[in-house]
């Protein structure tokens, strides 16, 4: 199997791994003394960060794939993947579940949110390439 960045199960690989590399760098550094206090917030925090720098590069690349739909439907079930991978490791962290946390529930709103507008940037800005291809096709 070889690895397509444009396949976004393969992107997806990328953030899961991040996340395990900083939750066990979190954990490591609170073991060996270099953090005071264990904050379970830096768990949630460093999770949603690098699901963001995701939803921001996702549809970038998306830009390129040739079914769109079958794309964006692979982006979100990649996302959820994301998210779900990511929450579990951070419970298994902290002990604390994502409906615990009302300020985390919030932010994991505004991604999926924010997640939801730009891969309907793909979709538009895509139907607009169509339609512009079309329209210049007729005026020859």
Known sequence: MKFDLKD???Q???P???ILLFHISLKMAWILGLIG????????????AIVMVFIMFNPII?????????YIGKSSTAFIVIILLGSL????????F??????????????TVGFLVF???IGLMKAVVEWSKQSDEKHR
């Open 89 to 96: 490791s951070t419970y298994l962290n902290t002990n604390e």
């Open 37 to 48: 206090v264990e904050n379970p917030q830096h768990y949630w925090i460093s999770m949603f």
């Open 12 to 14: 997806a690989i990328i």
């Open 119 to 121: 891969t309907s940037i």
């Open 16 to 18: 899961i791994g991040l």
């Open 98 to 111: 994502l409906v615990q946390k009302p300020e985390m529930k919030a932010m994991y709103i505004v991604l």
């Open 62 to 70: 998306g830009l390129g794939a040739q079914n769109t739909n079958l």
């Open 8 to 10: 976004p199960y393969h």
